[in-house]
């Protein structure tokens, strides 16, 4: 499913039981965020960026869609708009927990320099009701650029990541989630990402504030385009 967005990891859990209940056959998102982090690195260069979502399910667990947003990544006018294909299926193992597995296209529009950014990956889920989620995704073909060695890279990469959402009160919680980023195909910089925060549920809105951190590997490499110790506000309405 799709997984680049700032609530995906914090939302997560919820969304692939919702898929597989009796959650209506179309659903979608409206995002609004202060900065667009992916991986612990900004795609719109720490500036606001307008995202949305549109997907089906099925009652057997298919689930498909499309999922936009507003971006600029390294270099300079690499590319205006992010915009990804995803396909996938959704198994309950119990009640509480349910496995997920898919496959994404990621496609990059307005690319002056044809960076080729565009790429696959495919990805696996396993979460834990509402509260926790273990995703792995690998792209065999990814393009990254390195601000600090001012080269473009093209590669296998790999992440293994986690979230957790602990309820405070009914509609107030918190957040974090942590990542493992192997680029170790691409640039000897291999790094651990995270983030923590709020987040406040007010019917079909969800805000969420949250502060990143980057390990030194990720820093080095991508320096100005790390999000370490920067905030983001998001403001979701799903539907």
């Not at 500036?47 to 979502?53: S, Y």
């Not at 300079?76 to 496959?103: C, F, K, P, V």
């Not at 969420?208 to 080095?220: D, H, K, L, Y």
Request: aromatic fraction near 12%; charge should be positive.
């Amino acid at each position: 499913m799709k997984r680049r967005v700032a609530f995906a990891l914090l939302m997560a859990a919820g969304a692939l039981n919702e898929r597989v209940s009796a959650a209506p056959p179309l659903q979608g998102s409206v995002v609004a965020t202060t900065d667009y982090i992916f991986q612990g690195m900004t795609q719109s260069r720490h500036d606001p960026a307008l995202q949305g979502d549109l997907h089906l399910n099925t009652a057997r667990g298919w689930f498909g869609g499309v999922w936009a947003s507003t971006a600029n990544p390294p270099p300079d006018h690499a590319a205006d708009l992010e915009i990804n294909l995803y396909l996938g299926r959704t198994w309950i193992l119990s009640s509480q927990w349910t496995a997920a597995a898919s496959y994404t296209h990621y496609a990059y529009s307005g690319d002056a320099q044809h960076s080729a950014y565009d790429h696959d990956e495919i990805s696996a889920r396993l979460a834990f009701a509402d509260r926790a989620s273990f995703a792995f995704a690998c792209a065999p073909n990814v393009t990254r650029y390195s601000l600090t060695q001012d080269a473009v890279r093209q590669g296998r990469e790999c992440s293994y990541e986690g979230a957790w959402r602990q309820p405070l009160t009914r509609r107030l919680a918190l957040t974090a989630g942590v990542g493992y980023y192997d680029l170790s195909d691409l640039f000897p910089a291999s790094y651990w990402a995270g983030h923590a925060g709020l987040s406040l549920a007010l019917r079909r809105v969800q805000l969420t504030v949250s502060r990143f951190a980057v390990e030194r590997p990720g820093r080095r490499a991508f320096a100005a385009q790390s999000a370490d110790g920067r905030w983001a506000f998001t403001a979701a309405w799903r539907f």
